[in-house]
């Protein structure tokens, strides 16, 4: 599958919401933990080898269960047939749990729902549709009633 | 860079809403042709394959850091993702018709997670200020739901013109569907490109103006009908104008401070000693 690669690597290089060495192990027995630079930018989770420009890889945080583990560690579950489990090793109690709380609120889902949430509640309290100003108040993606499948195309 | 392509995949095909769906033509990156592609919009990812229900899917596209422009170079209908950055592509598509072009464009323009945090971000502010206005707020921390990343917006809109371009939100007419710098003409609430485009407190270094060469205008009111000020009128601070007039004092104090400060120097300089103040500043 294509993806926009060089686009990808720009936008691992901009300023990150959170960005930190942590150790990281992989989903496949046998993985251990490597130090990594973990950069978390938009809904993706960048991974470098420590003092590299370019990421190893990236992981897109939707999906995804996230797991306090023993140890300062946290664990991210992607929740498809093969249920891959990503391990982090932090050194403080206080950075784990604020990377779990950032990781959550980093998908795009989490957003949409609270952008729907406030949306509802200010438009209940003011009377008013917050996103009409914007001139997006009609698109799909904002629409209370969005958890409902999509309608078919129409034909061409 | 390895992308984890089931991870994405599985984005696709799970039961989270998509955002759109649609047929449009694609061109290829070195020839002239366009290829007609079955699109998926979800989230800030634009997935693309040859037909419907394939299983095979040709490629995707991440949606952070593009403009997405209406284009007429190539024929009727064309638009294109214009990725900013050296050496970034650009991507160009086109539709069967006139309402498609405009359905497309207006749904992947708000599309990036960018978009979506600035929109949340401000929703969230007016929501507490909806309810401190009902008088339903004892505290001013947001209820149950996230708060968004504050850092990024700050830093992403000093220097590099890709981020600029990415988070103003422009509201749509008919004609320009860029994002761009330009902050809205009217519009009746806090302009949203003020917050955006503060950078963080600085004091003195940058801004050598002192605040009485601004013209007269009080910072705090925001105009309810007419049109926005533009953004080198307002102080550059980056907090909420409704907040504690103590926060805008200390700003402006500490130039004054600095000011005298240097004022002092300078006259130790010159005259060997300082004169006791004739007032007592405190």
């Known amino acids: 599958m294509r993806f926009n690669e060089k686009e990808l690597v720009f936008l691992s290089r901009q300023p990150s919401e959170r960005a930190a060495e942590l150790g990281m192990r992989g989903p496949k027995k046998g993985d251990v933990v490597k130090r990594r630079q973990v950069k978390l930018i938009v809904n993706f989770l960048f991974y470098f080898r420590i003092d590299e420009d370019e990421p190893i890889g990236a992981l897109l945080l939707e999906q995804c269960r996230v797991e306090k583990e023993d140890n300062h560690a946290f664990s991210i579950v992607f929740l498809d047939e093969a249920e891959r489990k990503y391990l982090f090793e932090c050194d403080s109690q206080e950075q784990c749990v604020e990377w779990i709380d950032a990781i959550v609120k980093a998908s795009y889902e989490f957003m949409r729902k609270n952008l729907i949430h406030y949306r509802t509640e200010i438009h209940r309290l003011t009377g008013k549709d917050p996103l009409e100003q914007y001139g997006i108040s009609d698109e799909t993606r904002f629409q209370v009633n969005s958890g409902l499948p999509p309608l078919p195309p129409p034909p061409t | 860079m390895k992308i984890h392509e089931k991870i994405i995949t599985h984005y696709l095909s799970c039961t989270s809403p998509v955002d759109k769906e649609g047929y449009l033509y694609k061109k290829r990156e070195r020839n002239t042709t366009y290829l007609r592609r079955w699109f998926v919009l979800k989230g800030n990812l634009l997935f693309y394959q040859e037909r419907p229900g394939d299983r095979n899917l040709l490629g995707v596209i991440v949606l952070e850091g593009c403009m997405v422009q209406a284009c007429e170079t190539d024929g009727q209908f064309c638009f294109s993702l214009v990725f900013t950055g050296p050496g970034l592509r650009t991507y160009r598509l086109a539709a069967d018709d006139h309402f498609s072009q405009e359905s497309w464009i207006g ?34 921390q947001s209820s149950a739901v996230a708060s968004t990343p504050n850092n990024i917006m700050a830093s992403w809109n000093t220097g590099q013109p890709f981020f600029v371009h990415g988070t103003s939100i422009v509201p749509r007419d008919g004609r320009s569907y860029s994002t761009s710098s330009i902050p809205p003409p009217s519009v009746p609430n806090r302009p949203i490109s003020y917050s955006l485009h503060a950078p963080p407190i600085q004091f003195k270094t940058s801004n050598k103006r002192s605040p009485k060469l601004w013209p007269k205008r009080n910072a705090h009111v925001t105009p309810l009908n007419g049109p926005v000020p533009s953004f080198g009128e307002w102080p550059v601070v980056n907090f909420d104008p409704s907040e504690e007039f103590s926060k805008l004092h200390e700003y402006y104090g500490n130039e004054i401070k600095q000011l005298r400060a240097d004022w002092l120097k300078k006259k130790r300089e010159e005259v060997g000693y300082v004169a006791e103040d004739l007032i007592d500043l405190g």
Do not use: N, Q, T, W
């Open chain 2, 107 to 140: 749904a992947l323009f708000c599309a990036s997670h960018i978009y979506l945090s600035v929109i949340v971000r401000d929703l969230e502010r007016r929501y507490e200020e909806a309810r401190r206005d009902k008088g339903l707020c004892d505290s001013i």
